[in-house]
């Protein structure tokens, strides 16, 4: 039996000392400069790994990262119980009930973002040189699985675009999110059965249509019976007052465990398994969206960039890149997606304005997509240069979103918030103490509006859509919404929480400053403006200060109009 010895320690702990301190901090430089961390990370990997440091500097390349085989299965456990994390992080960030319930747009927009992107990339990649390809023999198979990886889209990287945008919480990034959500478990359980048929193909048919008939009825019964599960759990945790985040991230780590190995004993990858987990742990109203950020932030301080390091630690990127698979995979995937996306917003009810913005939110293949790509490499289904044409395709789709995403936006219509808001919309302090009496409160400042409807309607349709997904912002906001038909155009009407109320928002903090605004049912263009707006107005420390030391309702209202007012002013300034 080998143990580790001192040596096998002491250079394990240099190199996280090294990978993960330099990954952060060019992540975090990566993050001001509006770029994702993925990037940074994986630059990291290249400059220390063969590609680099093994290239020019081969003997300090070995000192550090020797070819010892338990000094690389160190690193390499811990790069997997890395990508093992991102998959269950990711699956938290799927409602699949508030997916389920926007079905019938979302799924139309998930089932075009899977199958046009399935249909391009397989037609294309078919007839690639048998060179490209590990066995020329699977052709087939190999063009399936491209055609695959071309489908899953990277929700983390929408979300972050969403997020830097102040449209997490508006009704158009949550369809975005649900069909994102849709094409996440659709596009993975296709990948999942792709390599299950792959790693068992010399099996008899009978024993492969088994396996996919038991990873769809573990997936069915994950998301109805499981969710029911581990939603008691956590409600139980949280019921019984027991120390958070600690024991519910323990209890969705033994999850993750379990379906992981589940999935493994079935015939298909544990990672499935953990996504899953996610998904199930995910949709418990009593995981509080702290606990959530908590444990986003561990996988992505710690885990996630040892992973995408290690990535760069084992490929040579100069020796296996090739410009035309790279621009082949890039415009393909890109596209495809883009394609996709773009036909199923044409296919609802959505306007015109909202299908580039959808369209381009669908683009990015990001961390999923080199996560199915380094899968399908160490099962030998594609070559290095495929890979390595994958996660430049993944990084570049990635760059892309931001700046692109942000146009899309700034094409619409520009609104000015004083044409929706009045000083009779202002409330210096609840009676209420919790957010369904300070959402009541607010419905009866709007019903209380000229040729409003009757408040108690009002009421049950913001509750309605908060309960689908909160609408608590950092730094004590929050914008509860509703779109109802009776509207013609907006209406926004503000109150004040001196105390602040527990809207369960994402930094832990109470709400302090909370907007109502309505607007009519097909009006997402005017709805994403005004919360962009406001949200961007309200992140600065001294407008929350003002209004919070405001003695009344003509003060809060004066420093709401010089607010937008002047921004109304330089947006003008701009224009000319």
Not at 453 to 461: K, M
Not at 561 to 573: C, E, G, T
Request: hydrophobic residues 50%; positive net charge; contains cysteine.
């Amino acid at each position: 039996m080998h143990y580790l010895n001192e040596q096998n320690i002491f250079l394990f702990l240099i190199q996280l000392v090294l990978l993960l301190g330099l990954a952060r901090g060019l992540g975090e430089l990566f993050r001001k400069w509006h770029q994702p961390a993925l990037t940074a990370e994986i630059l990291v990997g290249i400059v220390l790994g063969p590609t680099i440091l093994g290239r020019f500097l081969p003997f300090l390349h070995q000192t550090i990262f020797p070819a010892d085989v338990v000094q690389q299965n160190m690193l390499e456990t811990m790069a997997w119980v890395g990508v093992l994390f991102l998959l269950l992080e990711t699956g938290l960030e799927i409602d699949f009930a508030s997916a389920w319930r926007q079905r019938g747009e979302a799924l139309k927009i998930a089932i075009s973002d899977i199958a046009i992107p399935m249909v391009i990339a397989f037609a294309c990649c078919f007839f690639l040189p048998a060179h490209y390809l590990a066995d020329p023999d699977q052709r087939l198979l190999f063009a399936l699985f491209m055609a695959t990886v071309m489908t899953i889209s990277a929700m983390p990287v929408a979300a972050r675009a969403l997020h830097d945008l102040k449209l997490s919480k508006t009704d158009l990034g949550f369809l975005i999110m649900s069909a994102l959500s849709v094409n996440d478990i659709i596009g993975w359980l296709i990948f999942t059965l792709v390599l299950g048929f792959f790693t068992h193909a010399g099996l008899s048919p009978v024993h492969v249509l088994t396996i996919a008939g038991a990873t769809i009825l573990f997936t069915v019964l994950a998301l109805t019976v499981g969710r029911i599960f581990a939603d008691k759990v956590i409600t139980g945790i949280k019921r019984r007052k027991m120390p958070q985040p600690g024991v519910p991230l323990t209890f969705i780590c033994i999850l993750g465990a379990f379906c992981g190995a589940l999935t493994q004993k079935i015939g298909i990858h544990a990672l499935f398994g953990f996504f899953i987990a996610g998904i199930m742990a995910g949709g418990s109203r009593a995981l509080s969206e702290n606990v959530r950020q908590i444990i986003s932030q561990m996988v992505y301080a710690i885990f996630v960039p040892l992973f995408f390091v290690n990535i760069g630690l084992k490929v040579d990127f100069l020796r296996n890149f090739d410009l035309f698979l790279v621009l082949l995979i890039s415009v393909i995937g890109i596209a495809g997606r883009f394609f996709g996306a773009w036909f199923g917003v044409s296919l609802t009810r959505l306007s015109k304005t909202n299908r580039l913005s959808i369209a381009i939110a669908h683009t990015p293949g990001g961390a999923m997509e080199i996560v199915v790509g380094l899968l399908a490499l160490e099962y030998n289904l594609i070559t290095e240069p495929v890979f390595v044409a994958i996660v430049c395709g993944a990084l570049l789709s990635s760059v892309l979103l931001g700046p692109w995403f942000s146009y899309s936006i700034r094409r619409r219509k520009k609104v000015s918030i004083l044409e929706y808001f009045s000083p009779r919309g202002v409330l210096a302090a609840f009676k209420s103490h919790e957010r369904n009496g300070a959402i009541r409160e607010l419905s009866e400042l709007a019903a209380a509006q000229e040729g409003m409807v009757e408040a108690e309607y009002v009421y049950e349709a913001v509750i309605a859509r908060e309960n689908q997904m909160g609408t608590a912002l950092e730094e004590g906001i929050a914008v509860p919404h509703a779109r109802l038909p009776e509207f013609k155009r907006p209406l926004i009407v503000f109150g004040r929480a001196p105390d602040g109320i527990d809207w369960n928002s994402p930094d832990g903090k109470p709400a302090h400053f909370i907007f109502l605004i309505l607007s009519s049912q097909d009006d997402y263009d005017s709805q994403v403006q005004i919360l962009a707006s406001l949200a961007k107005t309200m992140s600065e420390k001294s407008a929350r200060e003002q209004i919070l030391q405001a003695g009344d309702e003509h003060a809060i209202w004066t420093h709401f109009r010089q607010f937008f007012a002047s921004k109304h002013v330089s947006r003008n300034k701009k224009k000319k």
